[in-house]
């Protein structure tokens, strides 16, 4: 089995996956109090906003293409929010999280680059008003533009 977590408010949600099916729903959902829940944030059960909040995808495995971003993401980290090559390629690596439907993909972010999700939020916020990516209202994804590919593609040289 494997096992994936989803946090929800004050909600812990489990999943187990059978390793042997490729495809399908988790075998397996349970969806609990997290452990630093305060009583009186759970004292009325799971809301039905909490479960259409369920996100189920199966977990992936990092593409060759997510590692790099994110390797490319690591490389600028001295680099802030005014420099347009550290926001296209972090906004490079939020469009490949997305395509691979990475869950959170700011929160995915930011663990793995060493910035709070506020801040990772920010930034492809600003990458979006510079014009180096797409949006989609109300929904986590886009598009690099061409701009920010010309920029990602200077670094890469």
Do not use: C
Request: glycine residues 8%.
């Amino acid at each position: 089995m494997e096992t994936t977590e989803q946090r929800i408010g004050p909600w812990r949600v489990v999943f187990e996956w059978d390793r042997e099916v490729a495809q399908g729903n988790p075998s397996r959902l349970v969806i609990e109090p997290a452990p630093d829940a305060k009583p009186d944030e759970v004292v009325g059960g799971v809301s039905t906003t909490v479960l259409r909040a369920v996100q189920i995808r199966r977990p992936q495995a990092e593409s060759p293409e997510l590692v790099a971003a994110i390797a490319a993401v690591r490389a600028l980290n001295g680099r802030g929010p005014s420099d347009p090559i550290y926001l296209a390629t972090l906004a490079r690596a939020y469009a490949e999280a997305t395509a691979h439907l990475v869950p959170n993909p700011n929160g995915y972010l930011a663990e793995r680059i060493g910035k709070s999700q506020n801040t990772v939020k920010a930034h492809i916020m600003k990458a979006r008003q510079a014009g180096l990516l797409t949006s989609n209202p109300h929904r986590a994804g886009g598009e690099l533009t061409a701009r920010a590919r010309r920029l990602v593609g200077e670094l890469e040289g």
